[in-house]
C-alpha cells in the first residue's frame, strides 16, 4: 500500500502547481485528500474528494485550488492557482482505502512534496 506524490516545487506568488498522488496495492479507496504542514504549525487539511466526485476545501484555498480524481489510476490531483506565500508547507496525500477485499478501512499517508511560494 503506498502513495507517491509529486508536482511540488518553488514558485512565485501569483503562479500556479498542480499535485499529484498515485495510490497502489489498495483494493479500494472512499476519500483521497490533500493535508499540508507549515513549520511550527499543525498538519491541516487543505481538500478532499469522495469517490463519486464530491470536494470539499478549506476556507484559505476556496476560489484557488481545485481538487479531482481519476478512479481509473487511483490518483488525485490537486491544482493550485494563484498561491500566496502563506501556501508554502509540505504537502501529503491521505486516503481512506480497503487493502484487501474484506478487511477494514485504514487511512494512509504518502512521504509529502514540497511547495514554497516567495514573494
Known amino acids: 500500500v503506498q502513495l507517491v506524490e509529486s508536482g511540488g516545487g518553488l514558485v512565485q506568488a501569483g503562479g500556479s502547481l498542480k499535485l499529484s498522488c498515485a495510490a497502489s496495492?489498495?483494493?479500494?479507496?472512499?476519500?483521497m485528500g490533500w493535508y499540508r504542514q507549515a513549520p511550527g504549525k499543525q498538519r491541516e487539511l487543505v481538500a478532499r474528494?469522495?469517490?463519486?466526485?464530491?470536494?470539499n476545501y478549506a476556507d484559505s484555498v476556496k476560489g484557488r485550488f481545485t481538487i479531482s480524481r481519476d478512479n481509473a489510476k487511483n490518483t488525485v490531483y490537486l491544482q493550485m492557482n494563484n498561491l500566496k506565500p502563506e501556501d508554502t508547507a509540505v504537502y501529503y496525500c491521505?486516503?481512506?482505502?480497503?487493502?484487501?477485499?474484506?478487511?477494514?478501512?485504514?487511512?494512509?499517508w504518502g512521504k509529502g512534496t514540497q511547495v514554497t511560494v516567495s514573494s
Open positions: 474528494i469522495t469517490s463519486g466526485g464530491s470536494p
Open positions: 496495492g489498495m483494493f479500494s479507496i472512499n476519500v
Open positions: 491521505n486516503a481512506d482505502a480497503t487493502p484487501r477485499r474484506l478487511s477494514p478501512r485504514y487511512n494512509y
